[in-house]
């Protein structure tokens, strides 16, 4: 059973991988044997978040800046991820924004950089990645979604509607893919604490949120490992098309 969470000459590229949930994906990726390519828009965040992903491993690293919400910089990475490995087996599209404004109040730009950030640079990655998936006949693409996808709170309008959408797009890629031994799904993760939710949230926030789950508590950002290795590995195989909600029980309450 545990060669089949083996990705030895894998490659996979992690978008918002310098932090947080994208970092613990990559790590666990490239303990598990994969090669790794992190982006995100900071330099010194990305080569301290490199050191550490490649740390006791012998396989190989590559980091990109680039702001996602800027379409030309998605397209330009995923031109170097293929310049750089030839092909990504792996693509977890991570990188994503939550900035909250009530419909009344939301702006264009808002709204604009949201879409671009959140959904289309998925897209955008997907679509310039695949033929090498395609011609390899193996591929995992993995959209990070949030429980924010299936529920909603005051304010979310940009960051729900990219993250529903995720869902929909993977759903129509796992069609499109599954031809070509290509699985295409969506993790949806609650209440993970993590430097953006720590920024977003005061402190009763976050205690009523903890509330909410069935555990009682807030995710640990490595609880999500398990998930993101069964759907990028050969163990989940025979998963496409499908949301996998990691959030402690919290949408299985009522109030």
């Given amino acids: 059973m545990k060669e089949k969470f083996d990705l030895e000459n894998r490659v996979a590229l992690v978008t918002g991988g310098s932090k947080g949930l994208g970092k613990v994906m990559a790590q666990a990726f490239a303990l598990a044997g994969a090669n790794i390519i992190i982006s995100s828009r900071h330099e010194d965040e990305l080569k301290q978040a490199l050191e550490d992903i490649l740390s006791g491993t012998s396989v190989r690293g590559h980091y990109v800046v680039a702001d996602l919400s800027e379409r030309a910089e998605t397209e330009r990475l995923a031109r170097e991820a293929l310049s750089v490995f030839g092909h990504v087996d792996i693509l977890v599209n991570n990188a994503g924004a939550n900035r909250p404004q009530p419909i009344d109040e939301l702006t264009d730009e808002n709204w604009d950089q949201s879409l671009e950030l959140n ?67 969506c993790i949806a993760p609650g209440p993970f604490l993590t430097d953006l ?49 990691v959030d402690g029980g919290l949408l299985s309450k009522t109030w």
Wanted: no cysteine.
């Fill in 197 to 245: 939710t720590l920024n977003l949230l005061t402190e009763e926030q976050r205690a009523t949120a903890a509330a909410a789950t069935a555990l009682g508590r807030w995710g640990k950002p490595e609880e999500l490992v398990g998930p993101a290795l069964l759907l990028a590995s050969d163990l989940g195989s025979y998963i496409t098309g499908s949301v996998l909600v």
């Fill in 119 to 185: 959904l289309s640079a998925g897209m955008v990655l997907s679509r310039a990645l695949v033929p090498r998936m395609k011609e390899r006949r193996w591929g995992r693409i993995i959209y990070i979604s949030s429980i924010m996808g299936l529920a909603s709170k005051e304010g979310r309008n940009s960051y729900s509607t990219t993250k529903t959408a995720l869902i929909g797009l993977a759903r129509a890629n796992a069609l499109d893919l599954g031809p070509h031994n290509i699985t295409v799904n």
